[in-house]
C-alpha cells in the first residue's frame, strides 16, 4: 500500500508474498537443546523473562522495555527480566544507563550477540517476545516465535498486526504501562499464554507453506 500510494503504481501489478523464515530457525526449533537461558544468564529458575533479539539502534525502542519493567516493579510488585541480545549500533550504553536510572538494571540482562544454537531456548522459554520497534512490518522475531511456540508482542503501527493476525498482541509503542499490563497477564495467566500459542502455530503456517 505505501509503495502504491507512494509511486502511484498500478495496484493490480502489485503482489506480495510472505518472507519465509530462515531454514535454521525451523531446524533448531525440532532439535532439543539442553542450553538453560536462566542458568546462562543467572536468573532465578523460576523467574519470567521476556526476550527481544535486536540490533542497538533508537528506533527498536528497548526503552519502552524498561518503563514496563519498571511499572511492573514498583505498581505491580511483580519482578519480570528482559534479556536482550544483538549487536551494539551505538546505543546499548544508553539502554543500560537508563535501566539504572530506573532501578531496573537487574532486570535487564544484555548477552550480547547470541549464537543460533541458543537463540530457540532464548525464545521458548520466555514468556514472550516483545518487539516494540518503529521500524517494519516485514520483522522476522514475531515469525521465529510464532514456529518456537512464544507469543509474540509488537508495536501497533501500520502494517505490523497485517503480519501477526490475531495470532499476536499489538500494543501502543509509546504506552509501556499497557506493556505491562499485557506482561502482567502473561506471567499469571497460563491458560491465556498457551491460547496464544496456539494461534502462533497457527499463524506460521502461512509462513512456512
Known sequence: EALIRRYNLDPDKVHYIWKPPSEKIIQLSEIKSHFDPRSHCQLPKDANYIFYPAQFWPH??????????????????????????????????????????????????????APDEHISNYYKQSIALVMPSYFGPTNMPPVEAFILGTPAIVADLPGFKEQIGDAGIAIDPSNSKQLAQVLFRLSKDNDYRKELIAKGAKRAEIFCD
Open 60 to 113: 527498536k525502542n528497548h526503552r519502552l522495555i524498561i518503563d514496563a519493567l519498571k511499572n511492573l516493579r514498583f505498581n505491580s510488585n511483580t519482578d519480570i527480566f528482559a534479556i536482550f541480545c544483538g549487536s551494539d549500533c551505538g546505543n546499548l550504553q544508553k539502554v543500560l544507563a537508563y535501566a539504572k536510572q530506573s532501578k531496573v538494571d537487574d532486570l535487564v540482562i544484555y548477552v550480547g550477540f
